[in-house]
């Protein structure tokens, strides 16, 4: 199948723009009353879970399991399961790597999608909901009031997705795959585009990271320096 996708048409704003906006939703419905955010959280967890489940009941029902391809392994995947555990549990670090990763990540995804199959299609359908679905549960976290992120953040985050990346880089290199985009560019139009050849645009892509994370902890430093000098 070949998609039909077409970058920044008027569809594609128009889930861009609704994926900011729902969280936003959620977030003043939570914060006017609180005994809703809890109720919100579970159902963005359900949400997420259970999408993942029809998604490889359905791929692994038409394509069948084909080891080593196919498996959860690129980091949007990892991201779904971090953000389904920081919408259920306060450990800080689970949400703080939720976060990060998944405006950056799952964000990037959006603005630029590596879609195979037409737009009105499942397959296509299913990477708008997941990736959508871990910014909108992520933003409606922070802005709700439910969580915040601390100092240190960026180091802790960055370190740990080079260790994740470090264990799928070594399946890669064992089982000859591309997760995570480690061995090759995408297919389709990304921003690894401009970064050089391979493993150039490595390097390029972890110093892109690494700026993403300190200008998404900018606007916390910000808030936290205006709260105390008031």
Known sequence: ?????RLFSLIHLAILTAVPLMASILAVVARRERRYA??????????????EIIWYSYRYSTEGFRFPEGLPLQLCD?????????LLTPVQWVFETAFLIGIAGAGMALLTPDLWAPLRS?????FF????????????????????????????????VNLFAGIVGTFNAIFHTNYMYLCRKPGGASLLDYFGPWPV?????????LLLLWLLW?????ARRRAVTQ
Request: charged residues 10%; aromatic residues 12%; contains cysteine.
């Open 78 to 86: 990892a991201m779904v399961w971090l953000a389904v555990a920081a």
């Open 129 to 160: 909901l997941a990736h959508g679905a871990i910014v909108i549960a992520v933003l409606f976290l922070v802005w709700s009031k439910e969580r915040s992120l601390q100092p240190g953040c960026v180091w802790r985050v960055f370190v740990s």
């Open 38 to 51: 809890r109720r919100i959280s579970l159902s963005l967890a359900a949400m997420l879970t259970v999408n």
């Open 122 to 126: 499942y397959p296509s359908v299913y």
């Open 1 to 5: 199948m070949r998609t039909d996708f």
């Open 218 to 222: 900018l606007p916390f430093v910000i």
């Open 201 to 209: 645009y490595l390097l390029c892509g972890e110093l892109l990271a």
